[in-house]
């Protein structure tokens, strides 16, 4: 290589040459060392100086770095969302996995810090929506867990733009003590308060059958409140009436008394548990109370749950039974939970129960003589059960209102005629004026799944009058 004018020659791993140049030419130069930082630099940037102008991607640290706000709320959200607990973070495994972030993970209780500001963040935007609704339901359980009871509280409401339902859960507090109607009565006043669910906007409570939950509502509705005014009398002679100081002092401290009693929203029961409830107690009550199928039925049960109880308890009986069969055996559960709830509206309970009565009595003709009467049992128990629903004027109107439904399910002519005049008086009390436009296109309900095609056979019948968009003036 040459340096300078007249070129100096020297060779890569040797630097002879070079410090007797600096000796003869540059006696009085000061010479700096450099850091081989600045070197390195110094050479990538002398190569890309000479190098074409090429833009390029970059996967380095730098350019995927996160906030750590970003960081603790994707944590928190993966915390919540998968109900993990908060010593999560703590893991060595999930640490090591997080410290590929350039980011400082915080301990546990920094966390939970972090995880309560963000919960009261999500509560505020909770109540903000609640509020701008003007009518919710709410469910309520209390189940146990590791000798540990709780009360569950959620919320669902309609979308007025998506008419999609929404839900969220506002209550999982512990539930100390026993499970008693008035403790029951005082926990969720208590939490629907805090959400500002008042009975206006509630229009029901939906829990299970237990007697705790039924009474808890039987006892704490509001009552009508009966007008004590009364004209006051004079008798012919001009004499006036008396009245006891005593009584209207106590009369006052009851009326006082109830005042300061809990007032709870109606109550629905849920129909999937009720549905249970018949299907087990039911049909077990007559089969064992029925003289022809009382022993077939026990002799049966009995050999069917020793079964159960052998395959559950041993691998091999378990291994031998799955051999024999070619599959396994599925063990019977009191699991009663309803599934599809984002697209099973009140108006579904109406024409499943009737198209449900219908399938179990279409049955009868192929069951033997043990079991003949047992279709107009199951059929019995759903309309005794049911009562207070098959002939409610909102689950009629929410059975019809729904698209997917509207009358088809409804065979009989009179009902119809009478649900028709149902549903024509309600749009007309709820029409004030007539609309300048018509209402823009809204999402419909999604169709039939098959399993719904084959349980719900419901056949087409054109849309009438009354079901199109009200433009009723108000008469």
Not at 227 to 248: C, M, N, P, W
Not at 253 to 281: E, Q, S, Y
Not at 307 to 333: D, N
Not at 397 to 422: G, Y
């Amino acid at each position: 290589m040459f340096v300078g004018s007249k070129g100096i020659v020297y060779i890569r791993n040797s630097t002879s040459n070079l410090k007797k140049h600096l000796d003869r030419c540059h006696a009085n130069t000061k010479l700096v060392e450099r850091s081989a930082g600045s070197e390195k630099r110094k050479h990538t940037e002398d190569v890309s100086a000479g190098m074409s102008k090429q833009h390029k991607l970059t996967f380095s640290r730098s350019s995927m770095i996160l906030e750590p706000r970003e960081v603790k709320r994707l944590v928190a959200e993966y915390v919540v969302e998968d109900m993990q607990s908060l010593s999560t973070v703590e893991s060595p495994a999930f640490r090591k996995l997080v410290s590929k972030i350039p980011q400082v993970l915080p301990d546990r209780k920094t966390f939970a810090k972090e995880l309560d500001k963000e919960y009261a963040i999500m509560e505020k935007e909770l109540r903000k929506t609640i509020d701008a609704q003007d009518y919710v339901s709410t469910t309520a359980d209390i189940w146990s867990a590791n000798n540990k009871s709780f009360l569950g509280v959620t919320v669902h409401w309609i979308d007025a733009d998506t008419l999609k339902r929404k839900k969220a859960a506002i209550a999982c507090r512990r539930f100390r003590g026993r499970h008693t109607y008035d403790a029951i009565a005082t926990e969720l006043e208590d939490i629907f308060s805090q959400y500002g669910l008042t009975n206006d906007k509630v229009t029901a409570c939906v829990t299970d059958n237990g007697s705790n939950f039924v009474k808890a509502f039987k006892e704490h509705q509001q009552r009508q409140v009966e007008s004590d005014e009364e004209e006051d009398e004079v008798d012919g002679d001009g004499e006036a009436d008396f009245t006891d100081l005593h009584s209207v002092l106590a009369a006052a401290k009851d009326d006082n008394a109830l005042d300061g009693l809990c007032v709870l929203p109606p109550h629905h029961r849920c129909a999937a548990h009720t549905l249970n409830l018949i299907a087990n107690d039911e049909v077990d009550k007559w089969l064992s109370s029925n003289v022809e199928s009382r022993a077939v039925y026990r002799s049966a049960t009995a050999k069917c749950s020793a079964l159960w109880t052998k395959a559950s308890r041993s691998t091999v009986a378990s291994e031998f039974l799955e051999e024999v069969s070619g599959r396994k055996l599925i063990v019977p559960t009191l699991h009663w939970t309803l599934q599809g709830e984002d697209t099973c509206f009140y108006g579904t309970l109406q024409p499943t129960l009737e198209v449900l009565m219908e399938k179990i009595l279409a049955m009868k003709t192929g069951l033997s003589a043990m079991t003949t009467g047992l279709p107009e049992v199951i059929v019995g128990a759903i309309k005794t059960r049911f009562a207070a629903i098959i002939d409610s004027k909102e689950a009629l109107l929410a059975a019809v209102s729904l698209p997917k439904f509207k009358l088809r399910w409804v065979k009989d002519e009179a009902r119809r005629d009478h649900i028709k005049v149902l549903l024509m008086s309600e749009c007309r009390s709820l029409t004030t004026q007539e609309p300048a436009a018509l209402m823009p296109d809204v999402p419909q309900p999604a169709a039939f799944a098959s399993s719904e095609e084959d349980f719900l056979p419901l056949t087409y019948s054109p849309l009438p009058q009354l079901m199109r968009p009200c433009l009723w003036k108000q008469r």
